[in-house]
């Protein structure tokens, strides 16, 4: 950890391809905001994202990074913290990335409770396919692909990580710099699974779940006498359908993570020259 990391240190020299006002600009500055204000610099800390619009989010930051296949984002981060549990881990992903193809994932992932960060850029859309619905899309969105609407209800990914045991839960607005960078560096803190929802604006494909709408209906929760400790508070915020929430909706303050329950404390990264004793008559068992 060092004090002396700033926010540009996070930054590639890629150049991002996303659409001009994208939402996942701001997501992605307040995520190297709040790496920088923990103390982690780009050496040691490792980012991966999946498949969509975001994926590509480990080339547009510096750090050790890998972008992996569609949905499987987070046992890849799993498996980076497990083997060397000093690295800070972030993993990154979209809507359709994380509550669709890899929402098995994403439950087990929560209730695995490793001590990572996962922030998922929630656009309400499949944007890099140009234009589909989503899991969270509303139930009347019209697209090419579901004219009349998907007809079904969103899914709600709060409730599904508050009903597999989450630690901490979160959401946070894109263009809400401050906010944004503050609830993101809560996550990092926290000693558990971090996992922050962020609403980011798909200014291509979605003329609904625009930045004015955020702007006119997020409730701020830090505007509230909300308890993100009392876990009835937190349940009737994250079952409320009529409610935009930005900031922590619930935090186990006595969360034990995944390294520390198990007794995974020492860095595995370091592989040793040559093949382990046996290894050869294993493989010749089955091969």
């Known amino acids: 950890m060092s004090s002396d990391v700033r926010f540009t240190d996070f930054k590639s020299d890629a150049q991002p391809t996303w659409c001009p006002g994208c939402g996942d600009f701001g997501t992605m500055n307040g995520m190297m905001k709040a790496l920088a204000e923990t103390g982690n610099s780009p050496d040691e800390t490792f980012v991966v994202a999946g498949i969509g619009c975001s994926g ?32 800070e881990v972030m993993v990154a992903g979209g809507d359709g990335d994380g ?22 850029m929630d656009n309400r859309i499949y944007g890099l396919t140009k234009g589909q619905a989503s899991p969270t899309s509303r139930e009347d969105f019209e697209t090419s ?27 946070s607005f894109s263009t809400d710099a401050q906010r944004h960078a503050e609830i993101v560096k809560q996550a990092v803190e926290h000693d558990g699974f971090g996992f922050v929802n962020v609403f980011s604006p798909c200014v291509t494909f979605n003329d609904v779940d625009t930045y004015d709408y955020f702007r006119d209906h997020i409730v701020d929760l830090q505007d509230t006498d909300h308890d993100p400790t009392d876990y009835e508070d937190a349940r009737s915020r994250i ?13 186990d303050e006595d969360s034990v993570p995944y390294e520390e329950s198990h007794g995974v404390d020492a860095d595995m990264s370091d592989i040793p020259d040559g093949a382990p004793e046996d290894a050869m008559d294993l493989v010749r068992e089955f091969y």
């Open 56 to 87: 590509k989010i480990g080339t547009y930051m510096r750090s050790y990074a890998i972008h992996g296949v569609h949905g499987r984002a987070l046992p890849v981060g799993a498996g980076v913290k497990l083997a060397n549990p000093d690295i």
């Open 99 to 120: 509550y669709s193809i890899g929402a098995g994932h994403f439950v087990h992932a929560v209730r695995r409770n490793v001590d990572m960060t996962y922030v998922v």
């Open 145 to 171: 692909t579901t004219p009349e609407g998907p007809q079904q209800p969103p899914v709600n990914p709060l409730a599904l990580a508050f009903a597999a045991s989450g630690t901490f839960i979160a959401q």
């Open 239 to 251: 079952l409320d359908p009529g409610s935009e929430y930005q900031g922590v909706l619930y935090r």
